[in-house]
């Protein structure tokens, strides 16, 4: 298994927060039914959705909890020539109590609409736990993966202590990485996640992943990242495997 397509796999979910998710239909049996859906990715790196009760891909996720997501590229203008990846998961709906309180933690920070009417309506936080991937790195680039999610070890009270930090006292310097990385500018950025090998920016609606140049474990580590970026001239190319 290629360890570059596996990065290349797990970079494009990060960059990406939507997809294309697939069920069997309840009502259409024997045929895909497919919807667009918001999602992050929760303490062990799976995609984490959350989605209406009177919604049909829940009805038919009740039913056969086998689905799929496909997250591609957004606004490419070759859609064959981009990558795209395909999750072939079970999902399962969170109903511990501590499990839904730190996906909720983390979601509403990428969605902060989402609070209202997950709490006003009846929605339920899913989590996709991936079987296999199907990764496509454009002509020619085709894989199946197996192991492609990556806990996350700072999820929970460490993440949202750093992120808060951050947008409290350091908006000049995600200000800075905003205009490193070539990011919409007009609206201000706001840290809403970090993950040993990057961070998540909200700009008004739209979320965007900046990788570090290497692998961050500790806080400390993260720190570090952090304060060399404030003072960089360009955003660092992440290094990535070719085995």
């Given at each position: 298994m290629s360890v570059k397509a596996v990065k290349q796999a797990r970079s494009l979910l990060l960059k990406e927060y939507r997809g294309v998710l697939s069920t069997h239909?309840?009502?259409?049996?024997?045929?895909?039914?497919?919807?667009?859906?918001?999602?992050?990715?929760?303490?062990?790196?799976?995609?984490?959705?959350?989605?209406?009760?009177?919604?049909?891909?829940?009805?038919?996720?009740?039913?056969?909890?086998?689905?799929?997501?496909?997250?591609?590229?957004?606004?490419?203008?070759?859609?064959?020539?981009?990558?795209?990846?395909?999750?072939?998961?079970?999902?399962?709906?969170?109903?511990?109590?501590a499990a839904i309180e730190a996906a909720a933690l983390r979601y509403y920070r990428f969605f902060p609409e989402s609070a209202s009417y997950h709490s006003a309506h009846d929605f339920d936080f899913w989590v996709l736990t991936p079987v296999r991937y199907r990764f496509i790195g454009g002509f020619g680039a085709i894989h199946w993966l197996e192991d492609v999610a990556l806990a996350n070890p700072f999820a929970g009270a460490a993440e949202t202590s750093m992120v808060e930090h951050m947008n409290a006292d350091h908006s000049k310097a995600i200000a800075h990485y905003v205009e490193?990385?070539?990011?919409?500018?007009?609206?201000?950025?706001?840290?809403?996640?970090?993950?040993?090998?990057?961070?998540?920016?909200?700009?008004?609606?739209?979320?965007?992943?900046l990788p570090f140049a290497q692998p961050c474990n500790t806080p400390i580590q993260v720190r570090e990242a952090l304060v060399q970026l404030a003072h960089a001239e360009k955003w660092p190319v992440a290094e990535v495997e070719e085995a």
């Open positions: 239909s309840k009502s259409m049996p024997g045929y895909p039914f497919g919807s667009v859906v918001p999602y992050c990715l929760d303490d062990q790196g799976r995609p984490l959705i959350l989605i209406s009760r009177i919604a049909q891909h829940t009805h038919n996720l009740q039913k056969d909890p086998k689905c799929s997501m496909l997250v591609g590229e957004r606004e490419a203008e070759d859609v064959q020539a981009v990558g795209r990846v395909t999750v072939l998961a079970e999902a399962s709906k969170l109903t511990d109590g490193l990385s070539g990011l919409p500018q007009g609206e201000p950025a706001i840290l809403v996640g970090i993950d040993s090998e990057g961070l998540h920016l909200r700009i008004a609606a739209g979320i965007y992943w």
